[in-house]
């Protein structure tokens, strides 16, 4: 059985930084791509980064390039998002998924996800 477990998330002023984490289990961990994605209210579930398996290749949506970080810990297990410089209109719920499929930024692509964890960014 997979799992997925996201935790990390909070409320933070504008400016500040957050790290999530994801944690996987049963799954080939280091043989899936991980992505993660965000959903604020009323809006489209929306791709945030992309890492490869073996963590050389990243890729980021335009609006969180040079403020977040994406890496992974394979010896663990998890997923990391780093997040810097946050702004309010980062407020969403965060979800890791592994990526199956083969468009990095569309979720279809994406076979397994956690339950999300919250981001609240206050200005």
């Known amino acids: 059985q997979v799992q997925l477990v996201e935790s990390g998330g909070g409320l933070v002023q504008a400016g500040g930084s957050l790290r999530l984490s994801c944690a996987a289990s049963g799954l080939p961990f280091s043989n899936y791509d991980m992505g993660w994605f965000r959903q604020a209210p009323r809006k489209e579930r929306e791709f945030v980064a992309f890492i490869s398996g073996n963590g050389r290749s990243t890729y980021y949506a335009d609006s969180v390039k040079d403020r977040f970080t994406i890496s992974r810990d394979n010896a663990k297990n998890t997923v990391y998002l780093q997040m810097n410089s946050l702004k309010p209109e980062d407020t969403a719920n965060y979800y890791c998924?592994?990526?199956?499929?083969?468009?990095?930024?569309?979720?279809?692509?994406?076979?397994?996800w956690g339950q999300g964890t919250q981001v609240t960014v206050s200005s």
């Open positions: 998924a592994s990526k199956s499929g083969a468009y990095i930024v569309l979720p279809l692509a994406y076979n397994y």
